[in-house]
């Protein structure tokens, strides 16, 4: 086999193992991508349920301070 045709066939090679690292690079980094966004779904949905606990909590909060100010109010009328 002449040098030449030693050359070719590396570089045919080559071109084939760059192929296939750019499809594989492709592959990961879809792959990494469809990771990000599910995170990002998932960081969506625990903000949004975060959001409507501290809200419950804040409203149950407020009406026992209601409900507490009512009662003195109440007594402070019957005095």
Known sequence: MSFLCRLQD???SLEEEIRRT???SRIVQE???SMYEDSRRDLA???QQL???RN???LSAYNRTLYKCKSNLGD???E
Do not use: T
């Open 45 to 47: 949905d625990k903000q």
């Open 22 to 24: 750019v499809e594989e």
């Open 56 to 58: 419950k909590v804040l």
């Open 51 to 53: 959001e409507e606990l």
């Open 31 to 33: 792959k990494y991508r």
């Open 76 to 78: 402070e009328l019957r």
């Open 10 to 12: 590396e570089f045919g």
